[in-house]
């Protein structure tokens, strides 16, 4: 990848990036760590080109497929919710997407599973991925509401799409002590919620409102 492509000269610039890092802090996020992965990343090669320009305006913007890349603070949001105490050694994020999501968690964790089931986007982020030298993930096309049982258990599961009610399959991936950060609830109403699985069972916390696409089961193959 070119240093103009990835650096960014305008709209894409470094400068862009720091407005856009400050704008989540006085949204609340407080992590540095989190803060940091996201000015540093590239935001606007995940998205085609003829969005670039808005890469770093605080919104979601389409990535084919009826998909979405998921607006900075929402990222932001829940990776912090993820971290918050402590770093997860081992992640499962459901629904890769452009890899966005995907790159952030990567430079904040050893250890990265992610699993998509439209697989041309998979292959967009595993092209992106490697662009970037991130090295640390594994994919796997499938179906998120499986899961990735041959990987579990996860200290952190992250799931970038909403399910009328938590997968059983996810919540018997968690280890003990683990955290999973979701959207849970039918399209136009839902709620992040992170629940923590402990000796006795599931903790949830409902973290505020938000709007995801709807998490879907089966796969798409490329054609």
């Not at 003990?176 to 839902?190: A, D, I, K, S, T």
Request: with cysteine; charged share 20%; aromatic share 6%.
């Amino acid at each position: 990848m070119s240093a103009t492509r990835l650096n960014g000269i305008g709209m894409t610039s470094v400068r862009t990036r720091e407005r856009l890092v400050r704008r989540l802090g006085d949204q609340g996020i407080r992590n540095l760590f989190v803060l940091e992965r996201i000015r540093d990343l590239p935001r606007h090669i995940f998205v085609d080109e003829a969005l670039a320009s808005r890469a770093y305006e605080d919104t979601a913007l389409p990535i084919g497929f009826g998909q979405t890349i998921s607006q900075p603070y929402i990222v932001a949001r829940m990776t912090e919710a993820l971290l918050a105490r402590g770093v997860p050694q081992k992640v499962l994020e459901v629904g890769t997407g452009c890899g966005y999501q995907t790159a952030v968690l990567a430079g904040l964790v050893p250890q990265v599973f992610t699993i998509e089931r439209i697989e041309p986007l998979l292959l967009r982020a595993k092209q992106n991925l490697k662009e970037l030298g991130i090295n640390n993930v594994r994919f796997r096309h499938g179906d998120g509401y499986e899961g990735w049982n041959a990987q579990g258990p996860y200290e952190g599961i992250l799931a970038a799409a909403a399910p009328r009610e938590v997968p059983v399959a996810l919540l018997q991936q968690l280890a003990e002590g683990g955290r999973l950060v979701m959207p849970v609830g039918g399209e136009g109403r839902q709620d992040l919620v992170r629940i923590t699985r402990t000796a006795q069972g599931y903790e949830h916390e409902v973290l505020g409102p938000v709007s995801f696409v709807p998490l879907q089961s089966g796969t798409i193959t490329a054609e």
